[in-house]
C-alpha cells in the first residue's frame, strides 16, 4: 500500500470525487485520516501499489493536488528514547512502553503531512524520506489547503 | 528500642563495612525502583535489613556540561588565544594549551545542529577531530596558528567538568502562545497543545538522598558510563526548594557515548545528554525511608514557557507519577506530555550500577565534605532596568469590521499611522489592518474591510519585557503588535518606529 495526500481545492470541494474515482476504476481506498469543509478539503488515503499510477492521474484529471507524503524513518541505533517526540505525534503512531522504550507505529503515522517529530529530537533519529521505487512525480502546486 | 536493636543487630552502618561486604561478595543492592517496591511490600523495617545500597540514575540534556582537554605542546609552541574543534568555538580559560569544550557553544558552520557537546561525544567514540588555533605570539610561545588533526589518545587529559547537573527535579513545560515555541524544555505546540518534563522523578540520585546525607564532595559515582565524582554543589543549588544540583568530574576517555550524547535542540542549540547514577548507602533506617521516595511523592509545578520572562506563570502542579503516564490536565483539558530525559536509560543506569557495585568492580566512598542544605539561589542583580511594553505602548487606532475600506484609510491618514487594530463592540481583538492592506484593497478593487483583515494577530501584554516584544516583530517580520489584557480586550500598540526612537533617546542619554 502507499499512501497518497489529496488535497481539494474550494470550488470543487462539493463534489463527490472520491466516490466516484472508487467506482469508475474499482480500486479500493482506504481514508486515514480526513479533513473537509467547505473551504476545501484534506484526504489521506492508502491505495494498493500496483494501483498507484492510475490512481493519482484519475484524481488529478479532476482538479485534486496530489502528492505522496514523505515517510518517517526512526533510526533505532540513534534513538535514546526520551520521549520527546511523544507529545508532539497527534495519530498515536508514537507511545511510551511499560518499560520506558519508545515505540513507533508505522501504519498509524501520517508522514509528512504532518511531520510534527522530526525537529523535535534532540538526537536527530527522526527523519523523512521518499518512499522507494515510485515513479509518479508530486504536483506542481504545493500550496497547503 | 531494645527489640529492634535486636531485630536489626544493630541501627546503624557504615560506608566502610559496606565495602567490606562488596569485597567479600556479599553486598545487598536494589536499584530505587526495586527499593520502591520492596519497601512497599515488607515495610522499611525489613527493608533496611535486607539492603546495603540503593542506586539511583538519570539521563537527561544537562547544558552546563564540558570537557577539560590539554592537547600538549606544539613545536615550535603556542599560547592559544581562540581555538576550534570541527569548528566548535572552545574556551580558552588558563595557559597555553588547555582547552573547556563548552556543551552548548554552537559550530561556526552546522549551527543549531553540532556543538560542543557532539564534539565530546565524537572524541570519547574514538573519532578524529580536527583542532583549529591562533595567537598573537610571544618570545615564549611565536607560534600564531595551529591546524591539527587528533584523537582522544592524543590527549593528555580529557575530563569531564560539569558546573551544573542532576537537578533534583524540574518544571514541567506548556505553552500559552498561539504559535509553537521551541525552547531547551523541547518543542511546545501552540494554545497548551503539549508538555514537556525533565527528570527521572523518584529515580533521581538526589531525591533518594533529600538531605544530602551520603552525597557531597567526593562521593564516587556513576557519570557516562564509567567511575567518576561529586566534586561539590553545582551552580544554582537550591537545597531549600527541593531543587538541589551537583558539580561532577570524569574521566572521558573511559566513558561510553551510550551514556553521554550530544544532542540539537532545533532553535534553542545543542546539549549534552549526561547519564549520572549515585549510590545511596543506606546508612540508617532513615535513608532507607527517604529511598522509597515514590512519584506520586514528588511534585512539580506546570509553567508557561509562553511567556518570556523570568516568572513564568505556573498553572497548577503535577506528581512525576501523573508525568509519567503520559498526560496531564492542563486547564480541564488533557495533554499529552513528553520525558525528555530517557527514563529507560535511568532504569540502565541504576542497574549497571547495581551489577557493578555486586561484581566488586564499585567501591563507596563517603563524602569529605556533604553539599550544603542552607544556600540560597538569588536572582540576577541587574543595574539597568528592564524595560517593558507598557512604556512605549501608546493608544491604538480602532476601527469596526463592518466599516468602509475608505473610512478606514481616512483614519490612517488623519492620525498618520501605519496599522488600524480592529476590535468588536467590546473593545476585543478581531484582527488588524495596514496601510498596505488597503493600499493593496483600492488597487484589487475591494471594498469590504473583512475581505483583508489579517485576523491571526501576534499580541504582546503590558508587562512583556520590550527585548520580548521586539524579537517576536523580528522573527514574524511585522512592524506593530496590538498590546491586549487577559481577556483579549486591546489596550494599546506598539510599532517598531516606538522601539527605534526609545534606542535613539537611549543612545542619546
Known amino acids: 500500500m502507499v499512501r497518497i495526500l489529496l488535497r481539494f481545492p474550494e470550488k470543487i470541494v462539493d463534489q463527490p470525487i472520491i466516490a466516484e474515482t472508487i467506482l469508475k476504476h474499482g480500486i479500493p481506498l482506504n481514508i486515514i485520516a480526513a479533513h473537509v469543509d467547505f473551504h476545501g478539503g484534506q484526504v489521506l488515503a492508502e491505495v494498493p501499489s500496483q494501483d498507484i499510477e492510475k490512481v493519482v492521474s484519475a484524481f488529478r484529471e479532476r482538479g485534486v493536488i496530489v502528492t505522496i507524503p514523505k515517510l518517517i524513518e526512526v533510526d533505532k541505533e540513534k534513538c535514546i528514547h526520551c520521549g520527546s517526540c511523544f507529545s508532539l505525534c497527534p495519530t498515536g503512531a508514537i507511545t511510551i512502553n511499560e518499560d520506558f522504550s519508545v515505540n513507533f507505529d508505522k501504519e498509524k503515522c501520517v508522514g509528512s503531512s504532518c511531520g510534527l517529530c522530526v525537529d523535535a529530537c534532540p538526537v536527530r533519529a527522526i527523519t523523512l524520506t521518499r518512499e522507494p521505487n515510485l515513479l509518479v512525480q508530486n504536483s506542481e502546486n504545493k500550496k497547503s489547503v | ?509
Open chain 2, 1 to 509: 528500642m531494645f527489640r529492634r536493636k535486636q531485630m536489626l543487630g544493630k541501627d546503624t552502618r557504615t560506608v566502610a563495612e559496606i565495602n567490606e561486604k562488596i569485597k567479600k561478595g556479599d553486598v545487598q543492592v536494589l536499584t530505587a525502583e526495586e527499593m520502591k517496591k520492596l519497601v512497599e511490600k515488607s515495610g522499611v523495617e525489613v527493608a533496611y535489613k535486607e539492603v546495603d545500597v540503593v542506586t539511583t540514575g538519570t539521563f537527561g540534556a544537562m547544558c552546563s556540561s564540558g570537557a577539560v582537554i590539554n592537547l600538549g605542546h606544539s613545536d615550535p609552541p603556542i599560547k592559544i588565544q581562540n581555538a576550534w574543534i570541527n569548528d566548535v568555538p572552545v574556551c580558552h580559560p588558563g595557559a597555553a594549551v588547555d582547552l573547556y569544550i563548552g556543551a552548548t557553544q554552537m559550530s561556526e558552520t552546522r549551527p543549531f545542529e553540532y556543538g560542543g557537546g557532539h564534539v565530546i561525544e565524537d572524541l570519547i567514540s574514538g573519532k578524529e577531530v580536527e583542532v583549529r588555533a591562533t595567537a598573537y605570539g610571544t618570545d615564549c610561545y611565536p607560534r600564531t596558528k595551529l591546524r591539527t588533526i587528533i584523537t582522544k589518545d592524543d590527549l593528555n587529559q580529557f575530563y569531564l567538568l560539569n558546573f551544573r547537573n542532576c537537578y533534583q527535579r524540574y518544571v514541567c513545560a506548556t505553552n500559552s502562545r498561539d504559535e509553537t515555541i521551541y525552547t531547551y524544555m523541547g518543542k511546545l505546540l501552540p494554545r497548551f497543545g503539549n508538555a514537556t518534563f525533565s527528570g527521572a522523578g523518584a529515580l533521581n540520585p538526589l531525591m533518594n538522598d533529600p538531605d544530602y546525607e551520603t552525597i557531597g564532595i567526593g562521593t564516587r559515582i556513576f557519570l557516562g558510563g564509567t567511575q567518576g565524582y561529586v566534586i561539590g554543589e553545582g551552580t544554582q543549588h537550591d537545597p531549600k526548594n527541593l531543587s538541589g544540583t551537583l558539580m561532577v568530574r570524569g574521566d572521558c576517555k573511559n566513558m561510553n557515548t551510550r551514556f553521554i550524547k550530544g544532542a540539537a535542540f532545533t532553535k534553542y542549540g545543542t546539549t549534552l545528554y549526561v547519564g549520572i547514577g549515585i549510590p545511596i548507602p543506606l546508612l540508617n533506617i532513615g535513608l532507607a525511608k527517604k529511598t522509597a521516595i515514590r512519584d506520586e511523592d514528588i511534585h512539580i509545578p506546570i509553567v508557561d514557557y509562553g511567556v518570556p520572562a523570568r516568572n513564568r506563570p505556573k498553572l497548577g502542579t503535577v506528581s512525576y507519577k501523573e508525568l509519567k503516564s503520559g498526560s496531564i490536565i492542563i486547564n480541564g483539558k488533557k495533554v499529552k506530555v513528553s520525558p525528555l530525559s530517557s527514563l529507560k536509560a535511568a532504569e540502565e543506569i541504576a542497574e549497571t550500577l547495581k551489577a557493578w557495585i555486586k561484581e566488586g568492580l564499585f567501591y563507596l566512598s563517603a563524602p569529605v565534605e556533604r553539599l550544603p542544605r542552607d544556600t540560597e539561589y538569588k536572582p540576577m542583580k541587574q543595574s539597568e532596568e528592564t524595560v517593558l511594553v507598557k512604556s512605549v505602548a501608546h493608544q491604538a487606532v480602532t476601527c469596526r469590521e463592518d466599516e468602509k475600506i475608505e473610512e478606514v484609510a481616512k483614519q490612517i491618514i488623519r492620525y498618520s499611522v501605519n496599522h488600524v487594530v480592529v476590535v468588536d463592540e467590546l473593545g476585543k481583538l478581531r484582527g488588524i489592518v495596514t496601510s498596505w492592506d488597503i493600499t493593496k484593497a483600492v488597487a484589487e478593487g475591494k471594498e469590504k474591510l473583512a475581505d483583508i483583515v489579517t485576523r491571526k494577530v501576534v499580541t504582546t501584554q503590558m508587562d512583556e519585557p520590550l527585548e520580548a516584544a521586539s524579537r517576536k516583530m523580528s522573527q514574524h517580520q511585522i512592524s506593530a503588535l496590538p498590546v491586549i489584557d487577559h481577556n483579549r480586550k486591546v489596550l494599546g500598540i506598539i510599532t517598531s518606529e516606538d522601539i527605534a526612537k526609545l534606542l535613539g533617546r537611549q543612545q542619546n542619554g
